[in-house]
C-alpha cells in the first residue's frame, strides 16, 4: 500500500486569500492550519478548504503545488474557483 499525497488550496475566511500547500495527511493539516500552527498563516485564521487533489507521490504533488503557486496556474485556479 503506498501513501498518498494531496495538494489543497485554501481560503481565509479573514482576508479571503488563497493558500496553497502538499501534505500526506489532509486533515491534519487543514487543522494546523486552523488552530494557528503554521506560522505564515496563523495570522489569517480560519481557513475553509476549496480544492484537494489526490497525487500518487511526493515529486508530483511538489509539482502540482508549484504549477498552482505559479502565475498561469493562479489564474487558472481563480477562474475555475470563480474567485
Excluded at 10 to 16: A, G, P, Q, T, V
Excluded at 24 to 45: A, D, F, M, P, Q
Excluded at 55 to 69: G, I, S
Aim: proline content about 1%; charged content about 35%; some cysteine.
Amino acid at each position: 500500500m503506498s501513501q498518498k499525497y494531496y495538494v489543497y488550496v485554501l481560503r481565509s475566511k479573514k482576508d479571503k486569500k488563497l493558500y496553497t500547500g502538499q501534505t500526506n495527511n489532509l486533515e491534519r493539516r487543514i487543522s494546523e492550519h486552523n488552530n494557528g500552527k503554521v506560522r505564515s498563516t496563523s495570522h489569517r485564521k480560519p481557513f475553509e478548504l476549496v480544492l484537494s487533489e489526490t497525487c500518487e507521490t511526493r515529486t508530483e504533488a511538489r509539482w502540482r503545488e508549484r504549477f498552482l503557486k505559479s502565475a498561469w496556474g493562479k489564474k487558472k485556479l481563480k477562474s475555475s474557483l470563480k474567485y
